[in-house]
């Protein structure tokens, strides 16, 4: 299967939890800024500020907290679930 430029679509880091984080309080604020926008026009002006900031989390946020993940051992952090109840 080629995949052609979708290969290297991760490369420069995973967006997806800021976009997921930013996207509905960015359309919030655009549409209270522009009243009577519509749906198109949000999506034109939140989708670029949306992505930016996801870049910028990724890069000062996201990315370094992930440098510590090797300080927590799994044995000792278990993740909780439902049947240890």
Excluded: C
């Excluded at 509905?24 to 198109?40: E, H, L, T």
């Excluded at 930016?52 to 000792?76: G, Q, V």
Aim: no cysteine.
């Amino acid at each position: 299967m080629n995949l052609g430029k979708l290969r290297n679509f991760g490369k420069y880091g995973d967006f997806s939890y800021g976009m997921y984080v930013y996207a509905f309080p960015i359309q919030q604020a655009v549409a209270s800024y522009f009243p009577g926008i519509g749906i198109r026009g949000i999506f034109a002006y939140a989708l670029p500020i949306t992505f930016m900031l996801s870049f910028i989390s990724w890069h000062i946020i996201e990315k370094p907290s992930l440098a510590y993940k090797r300080y927590f051992n799994k044995d000792r952090y278990p993740i909780i679930r439902s049947d240890n109840y």
